[in-house]
């Protein structure tokens, strides 16, 4: 049974999607407010946070900044009254979000999102792929790790999100073709996001930030200006 933590400081909230999502047949955990949130993100591990952004004194950002910046890679939605305004989703992706949903919600449309990206933590699996390959380039420089779903710089983790690996990962098993954004949407996000293509330019830069070692002159994610991104085939 999939757990899910729900943070949010609006208890009439917690209480309605936690009743929603356990007729679901999920398992829920909850918190109204986002230091003991936090606590029970490490301890209980859920498969996906659903997280409040406007909290008093530990507000979502201050969450998962902290929670990215500690190494947890546990995907996180996104569930607020800001609004849909692009600017907020982007800054909510650009922190390590995996997902946006503003609220008032549409509970189907929360639980079919909750799927596919509980449906993507075996990604690679589900797509047939070979998770056990441990692929390493420019000796050592860059090595993506399917097994530990981690990239890294001579055996230094990248400390890659989920949608960071997954990203790099689709770059490389169709290394030398070019992605197109729509393509890396439809394949990557699955059916989590429906927003505009520059959530593609937002994970792309942070994963670049990242895995490249030359800010200046990218080596692992080039830019085909006017149609996607590729992972280079010539690499050793």
């Given at each position: 049974?999939?757990?899910?933590?729900?943070?949010?400081?609006?208890?009439?909230?917690?209480?309605?999607?936690?009743?929603?999502?356990?007729?679901?047949?999920?398992?829920?955990?909850?918190?109204?407010?986002?230091?003991?949130?936090?606590?029970?993100?490490?301890?209980?591990?859920?498969?996906?946070?659903?997280?409040?952004?406007?909290?008093?004194?530990?507000?979502?950002?201050?969450?998962?900044?902290?929670?990215?910046?500690?190494?947890?890679?546990?995907?996180?939605?996104?569930?607020?009254?800001?609004?849909?305004?692009?600017?907020?989703?982007?800054?909510?992706?650009?922190?390590?979000?995996?997902?946006?949903?503003?609220?008032?919600?549409?509970?189907?449309?929360?639980?079919?999102?909750?799927?596919?990206?509980?449906?993507?933590?075996?990604?690679?699996?589900?797509?047939?792929?070979?998770?056990?390959?441990?692929?390493?380039?420019?000796?050592?420089?860059?090595?993506?790790?399917?097994?530990?779903?981690?990239?890294?710089?001579?055996?230094?983790s990248c400390d890659l999100t989920n949608r960071e690996f997954q990203l790099l990962q689709y770059l490389e098993l169709n290394s030398g073709r070019v992605c197109s954004r729509p393509e890396l949407l439809k394949q990557v996000w699955k059916f989590d996001f429906f927003g505009d293509e520059r959530t593609v330019?937002?994970?792309?830069?942070?994963?670049?930030?990242?895995?490249?070692?030359?800010?200046?002159?990218?080596?692992?994610?080039?830019?085909?200006?006017?149609?996607?991104?590729?992972?280079?085939?010539?690499?050793?």
């Amino acid at each position: 049974m999939p757990k899910i933590l729900i943070v949010d400081d609006d208890p009439t909230v917690v209480s309605s999607t936690s009743d929603m999502l356990k007729s679901f047949s999920f398992d829920v955990i909850t918190s109204t407010d986002g230091k003991t949130g936090f606590d029970l993100a490490v301890k209980e591990k859920p498969d996906v946070i659903i997280l409040d952004w406007m909290m008093p004194d530990y507000n979502g950002m201050n969450f998962i900044n902290d929670y990215r910046a500690a190494g947890h890679q546990t995907q996180v939605l996104f569930l607020t009254g800001k609004g849909d305004l692009s600017q907020y989703q982007v800054e909510a992706l650009r922190a390590g979000a995996d997902a946006y949903l503003s609220k008032p919600y549409d509970p189907a449309i929360l639980v079919e999102r909750l799927r596919a990206m509980i449906r993507r933590n075996d990604y690679s699996n589900k797509n047939g792929q070979d998770t056990s390959n441990r692929h390493e380039y420019c000796g050592g420089e860059l090595i993506i790790d399917g097994n530990a779903m981690q990239a890294f710089r001579y055996d230094q983790s990248c400390d890659l999100t989920n949608r960071e690996f997954q990203l790099l990962q689709y770059l490389e098993l169709n290394s030398g073709r070019v992605c197109s954004r729509p393509e890396l949407l439809k394949q990557v996000w699955k059916f989590d996001f429906f927003g505009d293509e520059r959530t593609v330019d937002v994970t792309i830069k942070r994963t670049r930030q990242k895995i490249e070692p030359d800010q200046n002159n990218f080596k692992y994610i080039i830019t085909r200006r006017g149609f996607g991104y590729s992972f280079p085939s010539e690499l050793t």
